[in-house]
């Protein structure tokens, strides 16, 4: 069956760097565009980035664009987003999630939390 | 890129209707008939409810439609249940090639 596993979160001071995995199965990994979409405590879901299915593309949402970037290895099935200069309003659930073809999201991990603080 | 506006809360006795609103832009919701919902329980992933503005995903309740008019897509349930009480959240692709998130539905069923 189709499944996406989050990793790589934490606890890390503002300003710091951390690296999310995101490694899918049961599907035909490469086919698919992911996004990823975070969730803040007591907020509402956010849509971060997406990385097509290639790699060729990626695109940002405003609040994260020149801090994140996101990579995919097809070969291991894994998408990343690599976090710098991370602030505490980054602190959320951090979700991957597969694009049907028309951005819209059949199939979630379960989420990784990352927390900021000093 | 601003969230799409949704009420902050919605309620119903079982059995009745309700309907979300979820109001766009022309860049976005009213541009594309990208719109879809997400169900989502505390604690869980959101799952598809609708795509596409109109379409059910295999398995999904028939209670649950969804509709557009301009800049504005609704989802209908009906025949609300215990079970539907969550939060609901729209989605439009936009003219940018992001995507945008509604600001969150919390649904009370009475």
């Known amino acids: 069956q189709v499944q996406l596993l989050e990793s790589g979160g934490g606890d890390v001071q503002p300003g710091r760097s951390l690296k999310l995995s995101c490694a899918g199965s049961g599907f035909r990994f490469g086919n698919y565009a992911i996004h990823w979409v975070r969730q803040a405590p007591g907020k509402g879901l956010e849509w971060v980035a997406v990385i097509w299915s290639d790699g060729s593309n990626q695109y940002y949402g405003d609040s994260v664009k020149g801090r994140f970037t996101v990579s995919r290895d097809n070969s291991k099935k894994t998408v990343y987003l690599q976090m710098n200069s991370l602030r505490v309003e980054d602190t959320a659930m951090y979700y991957c999630a597969r694009d049907t073809g028309m951005t819209d999201f059949d199939y979630w991990g379960q989420g990784t939390l990352v927390s900021v603080s000093s | ?110």
């Open chain 2, 1 to 110: 890129q601003s969230a799409l506006t949704q009420p902050a809360s919605a309620s119903g006795s079982p059995g009745q209707s309700i309907t979300i609103s979820c109001t766009g832009t022309g860049s976005d919701v009213g541009y594309y008939n990208y719109v879809s919902w997400y169900q989502h329980y505390p604690g869980k992933a959101p799952k598809l409810i609708i795509h596409e503005v109109i379409h059910r995903p295999s398995g999904v309740s028939n209670r649950f439609s969804g509709s557009k008019s301009g800049d504005t897509a609704s989802l209908n349930i009906s025949g609300l249940e215990a079970e539907d009480e969550a939060d609901y959240y729209c989605s439009s692709y936009t003219t940018t090639r992001t995507v945008v998130f509604g600001t969150g539905t919390k649904l009370t069923v009475l």
